[in-house]
């Protein structure tokens, strides 16, 4: 499966839109890239999911260039509120089962008053 | 509608001891998830049960640690002779169409506090 890399931490402040972007050099022809929200003493919360160019829904957008190579989460307008770990995440819809996602370290997005 | 509910929340017990989690996914969610989070790290992947197939052990950390999937809805958690290492917290997930990058939808977790 293809590995991901996003950075480890990053802080803003309310009001300002938040970009987290995953490096996923070697993500195959069938890989989705799925983002998931996770707030302290809670599980993960899926946010996203998309294959190519860009996907928007109530909470997120998700970019994707061309070569899909790397991704970016777009949080619109960020509240104290959205301080959480974010995990990118790279796998197909595959039913074998040997096609598990892994779920890194993530990102931990903290919003600064 | 109703998530996936873990049970209990948080659980102590002494090192030796047998003890049993519980998850209830979703209901109609074919495919549940078992992980294992410990403080400021990822999740580790555990045991998967996807429809009527044998379920996928191989996350499993040691023979001491077994879970089974009652009428492809409930599934238990059972880590037997308990170690300090095992304290973490237990998440459960399920989804609604078999697949390995499938959405899942996740409980709260149970915290496990080995003394």
Same mark, same amino acid.
């Given at each position: 499966l293809a590995k991901t890399t996003q950075p480890i931490s990053m802080d803003s402040y309310e009001g300002q839109e938040v970009n987290i972007t995953c490096s996923h050099?070697?993500?195959?022809?069938?890989d989705y890239i799925t983002w998931y929200q996770q707030f302290p003493s809670q599980g993960p919360r899926f946010i996203i999911q998309g294959y190519k160019t860009k996907v928007t829904n109530e909470v997120a957008s998700l970019f994707i260039p061309a070569d899909r190579k790397s991704s970016t989460l777009s949080l619109p &307008?960020?509240?104290?509120?959205?301080t959480a770990v974010y995990y990118c995440l790279v796998g197909p819809?595959?039913?074998? &089962?040997?096609?598990k996602i892994i779920f890194g370290k993530g990102t931990r997005l903290h919003i600064l008053p | 509608g109703a998530g996936v509910s873990q049970s209990p929340s948080n659980k102590v017990t002494e090192k030796g001891k047998d003890v049993e989690l519980r998850c209830d996914p979703?209901?109609?969610?074919t495919a549940l998830y078992w992980y294992r989070q410990s403080l400021g790290q990822g999740l580790e992947f555990l045991i998967y049960f996807q429809?009527?197939?044998?379920?996928?052990?191989?996350?499993?950390?040691?023979?001491?640690f077994s879970a089974e999937r009652t009428g492809g809805s409930v599934s238990t958690l059972t880590i037997q002779r308990t170690q300090q290492e095992d304290s973490a917290v237990y998440l459960c997930a399920s989804s609604l169409v078999q697949g390995a990058n499938q959405p899942q939808h996740f409980g709260d977790g149970t915290r496990l506090s080995i003394l």
């Open positions: 050099n070697n993500i195959a022809t069938n &307008r960020v509240s104290l509120s959205d819809h595959s039913k074998n &089962r040997d096609d | 979703i209901s109609g969610h429809g009527n197939s044998a379920p996928d052990k191989s996350g499993l950390p040691s023979d001491r």
